[in-house]
């Protein structure tokens, strides 16, 4: 379980680079490869929350121009969100996939589908919260947070309704500068979009 001192020192540096984000019009960025960073991610949700089952479904390299840093605290926060809905004996799933000049990671959790506008809502700092019924902890700076650091970047957040149940919380980065990359790394996980499951549930089970 997340320590109380562990969640207060996300906010407080969710609230330096938020207040970062508004004082710089762009932050330093390279080609990252956000496969190495959604690694780094999920082994540090797992350390903190070692009940959950993580399940991640995508081709690799997955490459965008960004800055690293903020990608890891965008994703972790999107994370963070997934735990908050997700009863301990469901899965979280995670999916991603470069398309064209665009990477999109997906956060799927397995919580209470709400309604398009309350997602909307979600993203803002001082926005609503969920719907009654609908029972969280937390900040609720997190995903006001993701959405800032990842438009700072020039990308996307959104969030909708998961068939049949839950929702999904995504995000989209511009595609790296050189989108050749050496013939090794090119291999993908699977022929398909769809691709194998990877299920994790210990922070050193990705393999």
Same mark, same amino acid.
């Given at each position: 379980?997340?320590?109380?001192?562990?969640?207060?020192?996300?906010?407080?540096?969710?609230?330096?680079?938020?207040?970062?984000?508004? =004082?710089?019009? +762009?932050? $330093? %960025?390279? /080609?990252?490869?956000?496969?190495?960073?959604?690694?780094?991610?999920? #082994?540090?949700?797992?350390?903190?929350?070692?009940?959950?089952?993580?399940?991640?479904?995508?081709?690799?390299?997955?490459?965008?121009?960004?800055?690293?840093?903020?990608?890891?605290?965008?994703?972790?926060?999107?994370?963070?969100?997934?735990?908050?809905?997700?009863?301990?004996?469901?899965?979280?799933?995670?999916?991603?996939?470069?398309?064209?000049?665009?990477?999109?990671?997906?956060?799927?959790?397995?919580? =209470?589908?709400? +309604?398009? $506008? %309350?997602? /909307?809502?979600?993203?803002?700092?001082?926005?609503?919260?969920?719907? #009654?019924?609908?029972?969280?902890?937390?900040?609720?700076?997190?995903?006001?947070?993701?959405?800032?650091?990842?438009?700072?970047?020039?990308?996307?957040?959104?969030?909708?309704?998961?068939?049949?149940?839950?929702?999904?919380?995504?995000?989209?980065?511009?595609?790296?500068?050189?989108?050749?990359?050496?013939?090794?790394?090119?291999?993908?996980?699977?022929?398909?979009?769809?691709?194998?499951?990877?299920?994790?549930?210990?922070?050193?089970?990705?393999?």
């Amino acid at each position: 379980m997340q320590s109380e001192a562990e969640k207060a020192l996300l906010i407080l540096d969710g609230f330096l680079r938020l207040a970062e984000t508004r =004082t710089r019009a +762009r932050p $330093e %960025t390279a /080609n990252v490869p956000l496969h190495a960073v959604l690694r780094k991610v999920v #082994a540090a949700h797992l350390r903190r929350n070692p009940h959950r089952s993580i399940s991640v479904q995508g081709d690799t390299p997955l490459f965008a121009r960004a800055n690293s840093l903020w990608v890891e605290l965008a994703l972790s926060n999107l994370l963070s969100n997934a735990e908050k809905y997700t009863p301990k004996d469901r899965a979280i799933d995670l999916a991603f996939q470069q398309s064209g000049s665009t990477a999109t990671i997906l956060v799927l959790d397995a919580g =209470t589908s709400m +309604r398009q $506008e %309350t997602y /909307n809502a979600m993203w803002g700092i001082y926005g609503h919260g969920p719907e #009654a019924g609908v029972t969280v902890s937390g900040s609720g700076i997190g995903l006001a947070l993701c959405k800032e650091l990842i438009e700072g970047m020039g990308g996307r957040v959104w969030a909708g309704p998961r068939d049949p149940q839950g929702s999904v919380f995504a995000l989209s980065l511009p595609g790296p500068w050189d989108k050749e990359v050496p013939a090794p790394l090119a291999t993908p996980l699977s022929e398909h979009a769809s691709g194998p499951s990877l299920r994790l549930s210990t922070a050193n089970a990705w393999s």
